[in-house]
């Protein structure tokens, strides 16, 4: 039996913790969706969601995980034997090359070594080497290795080769900088369970108006994710939805939004750029490599190497069982090989300090040899210089 004395600390990339006015706002009575006062939130939430997305698209709202927003994007921009690249540094993004198979599409797909970016040099050069691609699809931040791209260069080798880009921003949106309109994104998708402290269940596509116009091109293979049936609901006044929303979700999605925009965000940014670099320097303390090139972009989760004289698999475990922080492990071929903490949503200064702190402690554990303390001093150092308060959103 659990300990129901162990504090937990929920530190993985995706469910994040949530606000407890989060919280609060699923325990109140269930709204009718066509009733006034849902539809009220529904359109602020459509209007709050233009704002994290930098971005005058309309932003589209499904009931589904942050993969169905990708299967969205598939369904309506890939039709069978369309050539789509897929461009993948990691687990993720070998996802979009499995959904652009399920549709049938001509996948060509181009893996860049796992804690590696995509490279946007190499992109253009597979480019110039494949006939015919229309759409790139790739991620922001690979969240099985930690590794952030710069889609903004990403989408500039796409486009002058004519292809709309895709991108994944499930785990990001909301942590590290994507102004979609800014960089020319033609889609960006995401997720509610991430950095925008919702529960899981909701899914976000903003197709811009070049994709919108491919999509409407390739009609057909597609029902619940139609782009053309959630927008013409969308831009109906009131709002509405083709299928009845997740009214819950969406209330509490209306509070999240709230706090991201009581705090601005650009500072949003800004924590989440010191509690990568806490991660990091800890790492760093406890003489313990990242996965991949150093990067100071990379603030939605921090991946570290183990030690190979320690069982790996078991740290995830001892921390969750002992210490109550629960962490994410290695996928598929990084298995029991890194620990990832993630710090991408409702999380402050202390979350990583104790997290450090647990590490230390099971690696101790487990029989790698650490001054107790180091990692965790190393990240409080970096709070302090900083001198701002880091605390999550209220």
Not at 87 to 100: D, H, M, N, T, Y
Not at 134 to 162: K, P, Q, W, Y
Not at 312 to 329: E, K, L
Not at 351 to 360: F, M, T
Request: net charge negative.
């Amino acid at each position: 039996m659990a300990n129901p004395y162990l504090k937990q600390y929920l530190m993985t990339a995706g469910p994040t913790p949530l606000p407890p006015a989060v919280s609060q706002a699923m325990a109140q009575p269930m709204l009718y969706h066509r009733a006034p006062a849902f539809v009220e939130v529904y359109a602020r939430v459509l209007d709050r969601l233009k704002a994290v997305f930098a971005t005058g698209n309309d932003v589209l709202v499904f009931s589904s995980s942050g993969s169905g927003a990708m299967e969205s994007a598939v369904a309506n921009l890939v039709r069978p034997g369309d050539p789509a690249l897929v461009a993948s540094c990691g687990k993720f993004g070998e996802r979009w090359a499995e959904l652009c198979d399920a549709y049938g599409g001509r996948t060509e797909h181009w893996r860049t070594e796992w804690g590696r970016k995509v490279d946007p040099g190499e992109l253009d050069r597979v480019l110039r080497e494949q006939d015919g691609i229309e759409t790139i699809f790739t991620t922001l931040c690979e969240t099985s290795t930690g590794v952030v791209n710069d889609v903004r260069a990403l989408t500039d080798v796409a486009h002058r080769h004519g292809a709309l880009i895709a991108v994944d921003a499930v785990s990001a949106l909301g942590a590290v900088p994507l102004p979609q309109d800014e960089w020319g994104v033609d889609v960006v998708v995401a997720g509610s369970q991430k950095a925008l402290m919702s529960p899981p269940g909701l899914g976000f596509a903003s197709p811009n108006d070049a994709a919108l116009e491919r999509a409407a091109a390739a009609a057909g293979g597609r029902y619940y994710f139609d782009w053309a049936r959630a927008l013409a609901g969308q831009r109906k006044d009131p709002p509405d939805s083709p299928f009845t929303p997740a009214v819950g979700l969406v209330q509490a999605l209306d509070v999240a939004l709230g706090l991201i925009a009581a705090e601005g965000l650009d500072q949003v940014f800004e924590r989440h750029r010191l509690l990568g670099r806490a991660a990091r320097e800890a790492a760093r303390a406890l003489d313990l490599e990242l996965l991949g090139e150093t990067d100071e972009n990379a603030n939605v989760v921090t991946a570290i190497r183990l030690p190979d004289e320690i069982d790996g698999a078991a740290v995830p475990r001892v921390m969750r069982d002992r210490y109550g922080v629960t962490i994410a492990g290695g996928q598929g071929r990084l298995k029991g090989k890194i620990a990832r903490i993630a710090h991408c949503g409702y999380f402050g200064a202390f979350d990583i300090v104790v997290s450090v702190a647990a590490l230390e402690m099971t690696l101790t554990e487990l029989g790698h040899e650490v001054e107790l303390g180091v990692g965790a001093a190393a990240a409080q150092r970096v709070f302090v210089e900083a001198g701002v308060p880091i605390a999550s959103p209220a």
